[in-house]
C-alpha cells in the first residue's frame, strides 16, 4: 500500500531557528514530490520535486528529494512567526486507484 | 485519522457531459472540503461542505458547474457538470480532524479527462 510519512508531527521554535522538516514515501509509481504549506484551509504549493528537478529553492525554503532513500527534507532558515502552519508532503502515485497519497503533515509553530 | 475513500479514482469524459465524485469517510467530520490540483499549481478550494447546509463556494465557482452534496456527516459528492476540456484536472476531497488528529486527510484524488 503506497503510503508517506512525515517527521516530525509537531515543531516549536522560536524565530530566527532553522528547521528541517521529514518527508519519506513508499510507492510504486513515483511521479513527482510536492510540498504544501495549509494555513487555513487550501494548502498552498511551495515546491515540485522529480527525477529531473531533485532541488528547488525559493527565499528562506528550499527541499531536496533523494529518490535512493525515498525521502525529502523541506529546510527553512531564518524561520519567522507567519512560518507557523501544516507542512504538508505528498507523492503523484501514477497507478491505477490511486493518484496522490499524501503525509500527516508537520505543524511547525513559530514563537516570537 | 480519518481515511476517505474517493471514487472514481480516474475518468475520461466527453465534453458537455456530467461526472461525480464521491468521498466516503470512516468517520463523522462537521466540514468536507473540495479542492481542484492542476499540473504545478496550488490545491484551489472549491467549496466546503457542511451537513445540513448549502455548501459554500469560493470565488470563481458556482453551484451551478460544481453542485455538492452533503447528505449525512460521512459522505459528500461533487459534480463537475456540462463539462469541457478546461476541466480537465484532479479532484480531491479532505476533512479536518478534531483534538489530537490535528491535521487535514485528503482522498486520494480523481483525476479527470475531458475530450
Known amino acids: 500500500e503506497d503510503k508517506v510519512v512525515q517527521s516530525p508531527l509537531s515543531l516549536v521554535v522560536h524565530e530566527g531557528d532553522t528547521v528541517t522538516l521529514n518527508c519519506s514515501y513508499e510507492?510504486?509509481?513515483?511521479?513527482?514530490l510536492l510540498w504544501y504549506k495549509q494555513e487555513k484551509k487550501a494548502p498552498t504549493f511551495l515546491f515540485m520535486l522529480?527525477?529531473?528537478?531533485i532541488e528547488k529553492k525559493s527565499g528562506r525554503l528550499s527541499s531536496i528529494l533523494d529518490k535512493k532513500e525515498l525521502s525529502s527534507i523541506l529546510n527553512i532558515t531564518a524561520t519567522q512567526t507567519g512560518d507557523s502552519a501544516i507542512y504538508l508532503c505528498?507523492?503523484?502515485?501514477?497507478?491505477?486507484?490511486?493518484?496522490?497519497?499524501f503525509g500527516p503533515g508537520t505543524r511547525l509553530s513559530v514563537l516570537p | 485519522s480519518a481515511v476517505i475513500s474517493q471514487k472514481p479514482s480516474r475518468d475520461i469524459c466527453q465534453r458537455g457531459t456530467s461526472l461525480t465524485i464521491q468521498c466516503q469517510v470512516d468517520?463523522?467530520?462537521?466540514?468536507m472540503f473540495w479542492y481542484r490540483q492542476q499540473p504545478g499549481q496550488s490545491l484551489t478550494l472549491i467549496a466546503t461542505?457542511?451537513?445540513?447546509?448549502?455548501?459554500?463556494?469560493e470565488s470563481g465557482f458556482v453551484i451551478d458547474k460544481f453542485p455538492i452534496s452533503r447528505p449525512n456527516l460521512t459522505f459528500s459528492t461533487l459534480t463537475v457538470s456540462n463539462m469541457s476540456p478546461e476541466d480537465s484536472s484532479i479532484y480531491l476531497c479532505?476533512?479536518?480532524?478534531?483534538?489530537?488528529?490535528?491535521?487535514?486527510?485528503f482522498g486520494s484524488g480523481t483525476r479527470l479527462t475531458v475530450v
Open positions: 479532505s476533512v479536518e480532524g478534531t483534538g489530537s488528529d490535528y491535521g487535514y486527510t
Open positions: 510507492v510504486t509509481n513515483f511521479r513527482s
Open positions: 522529480t527525477s529531473s528537478g
Open positions: 505528498a507523492v503523484d502515485a501514477y497507478n491505477y486507484g490511486q493518484n496522490f497519497v
Open positions: 468517520s463523522q467530520v462537521t466540514m
Open positions: 461542505a457542511n451537513q445540513g447546509s448549502e455548501a459554500t463556494y
